[in-house]
């Protein structure tokens, strides 16, 4: 059974720091490509940042660019997501998600999601 569990989101002011984590199991996690979404209220869900399973090869958004960073740990079956210089339009509901082996730009495991609330 796959589980994704993001923890890490919550209240912080413009231009604070937040990181995103999470947990992942019942798979094999080393060899499948990962990806953040978010959801703000009113929006439709959109890609963040992914990463491939090897770390080689990543993709960020252009809204975050430069001041996030995607990360995964093999070992530890954990995928991060860095948020710096965070601005009142970060703010949304942040999933972590795991691609198809057969097309890695298509997800088809979801977290629950975490919250990021970024006050201005």
């Known amino acids: 059974q796959v589980q994704l569990v993001e923890s890490g989101g919550g209240l912080v002011q413009a231009g604070g720091s937040l990181r995103l984590s999470c947990a992942a199991s019942?798979?094999?996690?080393?060899?499948?490509?990962m990806g953040w979404f978010r959801q703000a209220p009113g929006k439709e869900r959109t890609r963040v940042a992914a990463i491939t399973w090897s770390g080689l090869s990543i993709y960020y958004a252009d809204s975050v660019k430069g001041r996030f960073t995607i990360s995964r740990d093999n070992a530890k079956n954990t995928v991060y997501l860095q948020m710096n210089r965070l601005k009142f339009e970060d703010t949304a509901v942040y999933y972590c998600?795991?691609?198809?082996?057969?097309?890695?730009?298509?997800?088809?495991?979801w977290g629950q999601g975490t919250q990021v609330t970024v006050s201005s």
């Open positions: 019942g798979f094999t996690f080393s060899g499948r490509a």
């Open positions: 998600a795991v691609a198809r082996q057969s097309n890695t730009a298509s997800y088809e495991y």
